[in-house]
């Protein structure tokens, strides 16, 4: 405990961050990670939706793309498909739609589970966008950005499935 | 390393000689249909004989490609407390396991962390480990009126002997910050599925799992690598896991919302949606059960099940056999292990009379297992229109499930009329 204390003493006085907990490294097993390969998975978007990246988009752009890569499972309009419909069900707040799109979609369905196409923000947004226009919560022209979607509410929550 | 390679060489060799030994026997002549199958010898296939098995579990709302959302665990034909790897359960969200490479596959953990560190499959392994009999259950097992076999109503749990890491020990590997309350973590499967826990829970008994009954995980049940949380509903128990983000609140990931959160029924004003914890407790006779028949007419019989509990150790399990009038202690057959399914017995003497047998469970902290009544009552539902979207927590639900007895010893599921 002393010894444990007087290093805690010296890693102070040297500057260094060593978080309250006082943990160290214990094994040294594991590589640092990359910032790429971090920024390549962490996608999750916190309630707040700071974390939401830049862009913006509108339906009228989303339509296009959304009959391109996304029709073929969710059918014509967001029904019919054999993926869930995207009318209708809508969850809670649109933000999570773009979670879901961002993280996901088209869903990889092979191998490991990864996609061949992964969208940007921009792409994302237009199909938020498009996706919002489908239920009625967005004009055609309407553009969406990291401002206003996470204001973007379902007007009656209990709706939801 | 150099004893690792050496391992290697040696299991190459073993199988090649299993090849051999497989072949002669062969060669000697093949009279039943078990001898004629290598699988039965190198990979310890079961009797012609046994034929249990897991069933779909089908749902409407998760239709994409016409799969079906999970498999089912026999528990009808259930033994003492662990589920054959072939016979645990999944769910699946309309999709099936991914195919990984344990040599690409990665964990990375990062956040608020000192250090954001990526580990191997065989840097995992290097990690102290420790093994564990925990069950699992899906937040949506639940007692069904529609649903003929205890399969269909309870089988979404399952138990097993986990063995991994503690996510304690990557935590500090890792170095999380003070103030960090919560962790979220993702699988790799098209889906991404993403859940958080407190950091309370991740750091007192939470796996991360690579080993299930002595073997690596199974595919269906998050090949090579998972996330186990004892005593919590089984959708914390990430599968295919890849990330871990140390971070300072719940996120409310797109799965939480969808379908793993609590929501305010239409009834209440409040608007904040909570997540549950803990599946209470809960028992079932596994047999007789729904579908099953007492072919020996009146007389002895062994009246078996299983009980588990998310609030620690089974203390105790009660079974009546008339209609929940009179209680009496049941029999635990083996081992009481936390949070883990505990094997219970009765042996009852039947009159030939119609009856209804049930059993409840009494957990290590005191709690009792509730009637149907006693459920609908603490929600403020109706107890005839149970399980109901409009009870809040209607999958968390762990009311007693009684068995019909006819008098030509048919068993069926009495749910609704207890």
Same mark, same amino acid.
């Given at each position: ?66 009959? /391109?890569?996304? /029709?073929?499972?969710?059918? /014509? ?85 | ?35 004629? *199958? ?8 079961? +009797?012609?004989?046994?034929? +249990? ?88 097992? #639940? ?14 749990? *399952? ?82 896991? #890849? #990330? ?154 762990? +009311? ?19």
């Amino acid at each position: 405990m002393r010894v444990r204390l007087a290093a805690f003493t010296l890693l102070v006085l040297f500057g260094w961050h060593l978080s309250a907990s006082g943990q160290g490294l214990q094994y040294e097993i594991g590589r640092s990670a990359t910032q790429e390969e971090i920024s390549d998975w962490d996608k999750t978007l916190d309630p707040a939706g700071k974390e939401i990246p830049e862009g913006k988009g509108t339906a009228v752009q989303g339509k296009i793309m959304y009959q /391109e890569s996304c /029709e073929s499972c969710h059918g /014509e309009n967001g029904i019919n498909g054999s993926a869930p419909e995207l009318t209708g069900y809508l969850r809670i707040y649109p933000i999570h739609t773009w979670d879901k799109i961002y993280r996901t979609m088209p869903l990889g369905t092979s191998g490991a589970g990864e996609r061949d196409i992964k969208l940007s923000p921009d792409e994302t947004y237009s199909l938020t966008a498009y996706i919002l226009y489908l239920n009625g919560m967005a004009a055609e022209n309407d553009i969406l950005h990291k401002q206003n979607l996470p204001a973007v509410r379902i007007p009656d929550p209990d709706f939801i499935r | 390393m150099k004893n690792l390679l050496d391992r290697r060489r040696f299991l190459t060799h073993g199988t090649a000689m299993m090849g051999i030994t497989l072949g002669s026997i062969k060669a000697a002549g093949a009279q039943t249909s078990n001898e004629s *199958s290598n699988d039965v010898l190198a990979y310890g296939g079961r +009797s012609r004989f046994v034929t +249990s098995q897991r069933i779909a579990d089908i749902d409407e709302t998760h239709r994409a490609f016409g799969r079906h959302e999970g498999m089912l665990t026999p528990l009808q034909d259930s033994m003492g407390i662990i589920t054959p790897n072939s016979l645990h359960f999944a769910t699946m969200q309309g999709y099936y396991p991914p195919d990984i490479n344990p040599d690409d596959h990665k964990l990375i953990i990062h956040g608020m962390v000192d250090r954001s560190l990526v580990f191997t499959m065989d840097d995992l392994l290097r990690l102290p480990s420790v093994s564990r009999i925990h069950y699992l259950e899906c937040q949506a097992n #639940r007692p069904e009126v529609m649903e003929p076999t205890v399969q269909g109503s309870h089988g979404k749990t *399952s138990c097993a002997e986990w063995t991994g890491v503690l996510m304690s020990t990557l935590l500090q590997e890792a170095g999380y910050d003070a103030n960090a309350k919560w962790v979220i973590y993702e699988g790799a499967e098209p889906g991404k599925m993403v859940k958080s826990l407190p950091m309370k829970k991740a750091l007192d008994d939470v796996m991360i799992a690579y080993g299930q009954n002595g073997e690596p995980i199974r595919p269906q049940n998050g090949y090579p690598l998972r996330v186990l949380v004892p005593g919590f509903e089984a959708l914390y128990s990430i599968k295919w896991l #890849r #990330r871990i983000k140390v971070v300072d609140r719940p996120y409310m990931g797109y799965q939480e919302i969808r379908q793993y959160t609590v929501r305010p029924g239409r009834q209440s004003d409040e608007r904040t949606p909570f997540y549950n914890y803990e599946n209470g407790p809960k028992s079932v006779i596994t047999s007789p059960s729904g579908e099953q028949q007492l072919m020996s007419g009146p007389g002895y019989y062994r009246i078996t099940g299983l009980a588990w509990s998310g609030g620690g150790a089974v203390k105790k399990v009660e079974v009546s056999t008339d209609a929940g009038k009179i209680w009496r202690q049941a029999d635990i057959e083996g081992p009481q292990h936390k949070m883990a399914h505990t094997r219970f017995n009765s042996i009852w003497k039947w009159n030939g009379e119609p009856t209804h047998i049930m059993a409840r469970c009494i957990d290590e902290q005191n709690q009792v297992q509730p009637s149907r009544h006693q459920f609908a009552r603490y929600w403020g539902v109706d107890p005839d229109k149970l399980p109901t979207r409009e009870q809040r927590g209607s999958g968390h639900h762990n +009311s007693i499930q009684p068995w019909g007895i006819r008098e030509n010893g048919s068993v069926y599921n009495s749910y609704a009329i207890i």
